[in-house]
């Protein structure tokens, strides 16, 4: 699909948002790329003036002719990204067309080698990072699996709940909260599992020992986002068919721990990180601009390092693609994304439209869903 004859990304009324975007976009690349050619910082605050200004086509004969080629070649970049969902073309295609292009005289053949070279973490790179987290905690990973299976007996659940003292304790807590809100108080175990039911204890088992990842103060809104995801994966699933609710909601739990690696990121690139997002670029395309991967590829990295299900590396991986898997999953914490308003990444209605179809759902339908009951599973 050619870029003149491609759909609109967004509807009218969030075309000016869209503009925004895209120009801060530019911007970003383009100072990116200035500073590792090495060029002056006045001629980077000009890139970014011109380039939030969007005018480097206009200013075509006034500006430097370095500037408005790089600003093109940054634009062009931009643009190729931004219609993926389109075009099903990976980062690492792009780079080779615009090598092509360069080729053929159409770019800077150094400024396209400089852009290709930006990225400065290697996805396998990222395994050493994963091998320094954490290991899976044993007892969420046996909640998934129960969870997983409709046989599973509430003998077995009352077995791990007992082997740890803490999650006992929230599991009683839970059973006894306003949530469950039971005649009488639970006292026991027991009378806890079966109250609650196997899903709901092995949802709050695994929450709870997957929660002291997200311990340090820094990425503890991460796991407030986790969670709300989860609940809208398990709420959406519950509306609609095809996938099941206990999945969709630790799919939920797990969808960005991507994001837990990249904090992990050595500091001179976590700082620069910080610094695109500050400038006001979503995360999904400053991860990429840095590291030539997203928090959704690094996601499934970790999630196949931990061992877990293929269903949730694929959901992992492709949360913020939708349309490259052919799985509900991915589709469905996509528009958990969508109604948790988390900015991850630019809102796609191609990508809203092929999610929602997958899950056939209505966008009025998806506009409407509120999480009727929200599952309160320690906070
Ligand atoms: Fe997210
Ligand atoms: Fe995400």
């Given at each position: 699909m050619s870029l003149s004859t491609a759909p609109p990304i967004l509807a009218a009324d969030q075309n000016r948002t869209a503009g925004t975007a895209h120009r801060r976009r530019v911007a970003v690349a383009a100072v990116e790329l200035a500073k590792r050619l090495g060029w002056a910082a006045a001629q980077q605050s000009e890139l970014q003036r011109l380039a939030e200004a969007h005018e480097h086509r206009e200013r075509a004969r006034e500006s430097p002719a370095e500037l408005t080629e790089m600003l093109e070649l940054c634009c062009f970049f931009v643009q190729r990204w931004e219609y993926m969902p389109y075009e099903m073309v990976s980062f690492e295609q792009i780079m080779e067309e615009l090598k092509g292009l360069a080729r053929d005289g159409f770019f800077s053949q150094r400024y396209v080698e400089g852009l290709a070279v930006m990225p400065t973490v290697r996805l396998d790179q990222i395994e050493q990072i994963v091998a320094r987290?954490?290991?899976?905690?044993a007892v969420a990973l046996k909640a998934i699996e129960i969870a997983r299976?409709?046989?599973?007996?509430?003998s077995r659940v009352e077995e791990i709940v007992t082997s740890d003292p803490v999650l006992a304790g929230e599991i009683l807590r839970t059973a006894n909260s306003p949530l469950f809100s039971p005649v009488a108080e639970i006292r026991t175990l027991r009378q806890a599992v079966s109250y609650m039911g196997i899903q709901a204890c092995c949802r709050v088992l695994a929450a709870a020992a997957f929660r002291?990842?997200?311990?340090?103060p820094l990425v503890r809104p991460l796991w407030n986002h986790s969670l709300e995801v989860a609940r809208l994966a398990e709420g959406l699933a519950r509306r609609t068919h095809g996938t099941n609710p206990e999945e969709a909601f630790l799919s939920g739990l797990l969808h960005d721990v991507g994001r837990l690696a990249l904090w992990k990121l050595p500091a001179h690139l976590a700082s620069r990180y910080e610094f695109l997002l500050s400038q006001g670029c979503e995360p999904m395309f400053a991860e990429t601009l840095l590291c030539g991967f997203d928090h959704a590829a690094a996601g499934a990295r970790v999630v196949r390092h931990w061992c877990l299900p293929e269903a949730f590396e694929k959901a992992v991986a492709y949360h913020h693609q939708?349309?490259?898997?052919?799985?509900?999953l991915p589709s469905l914490l996509y528009l958990a994304e969508h109604l948790s308003s988390s900015q991850e990444d630019l809102p796609s209605l191609a990508r809203l439209a092929i999610a929602c179809e997958k899950m056939s759902l209505s966008r009025e339908q998806l506009d409407d869903f509120q999480v009727l009951a929200p599952l309160q599973v320690v906070e």
């Open positions: 987290l954490p290991v899976f905690p299976n409709p046989l599973a007996s509430a002291p990842m997200f311990q340090s939708p349309e490259r898997c052919p799985d509900p």
